[in-house]
């Protein structure tokens, strides 16, 4: 079985973060293992708190890992602060790193700041370059570019200057766009797209992390990066489809639709 590993907050509530992390991947049947990074306290109608995680237990949780398990690909999620961003990279930096998904989660979908404003500069600096794909959604592309972007032409530009900070691939992912879900993959000279219709839910909670852990688990499985995003995209529009309420606020997406769907249990 393909070992991954998720470096990332945890929700609560069980939608987004590490949670959504380790369901996508067992939805995927690869093995789950997770760093955490900070502690939220998040239900459905927002976040209310955060516990950073020390450096010190955050880098040995990732050499006890990799100093025992080889890791098939690595998603990063919540870095919370600049310290920790450079505890993740110096200690990921002293092993060989296959496949790294990198989603750079700045806000939570009910405006909580899971990023603090003066880390984005430490995001840009140190996890970006080393990224196999970065992955982020309009907003985020927005803080990291300081362009508006509202067009499919924007997001374009978007990944060009995103690109150049390092990484060897960017997925602007338009979740948040009006009509049409188009995420853009640009590789340093081609694009391409991802479309999906826009599903009319609230229930949208983790949608990023649950894709961009799809992205490494096909990853991990050995897909081109083409292969594994569209792979992804379709996993992340049926687990959208397939969203329900579990509170009051924002549910999450069915991370496991399909397995049910064929072992009779919806
Ligand atoms: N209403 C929707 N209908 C169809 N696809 C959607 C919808 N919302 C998001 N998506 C898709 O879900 C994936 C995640 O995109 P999104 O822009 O929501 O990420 P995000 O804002 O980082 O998510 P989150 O912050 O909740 O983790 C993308 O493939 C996007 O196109
Ligand atoms: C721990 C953690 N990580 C990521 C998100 C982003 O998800 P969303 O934008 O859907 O709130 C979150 N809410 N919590």
Redesign the pocket.
Known sequence: MKKLLTIAGSDSCGG?GIQ?DLKTFSAHGVFGMSVITAVTVQNTQGVFGVQDISPDIIQRQIEVIFDDISVDAVKI?MVSKTETIKTIAETLSKYSIQNLVV?P?M???SGFHLLQLEAKEALITHLLPMATVV??????AEVITGLEINTLEDMKKAAHIIYKMGPKYV?V?????ED????ILYDGTVFTY?N??????KN?????????SAIASNLGKGLSIVEAIEK??NY??IA??NSFSIGKG?GPTHHFYELYKKAGLL
Request: hydrophobic share 30%; with cysteine; charged share 20%.
């Open positions: 987004a959504a999620g989603d989660v806000v939570s979908k992955t982020p959604n309009l907003p985020e997925l992912k338009g979740g948040h766009l049409e879900a188009v995420d991802y999906s219709p826009r599903i009319d839910t949208t909670h983790g949608t990023g992390c649950t894709l961009s992804a995209k992340i529009t959208i489809e924002v």
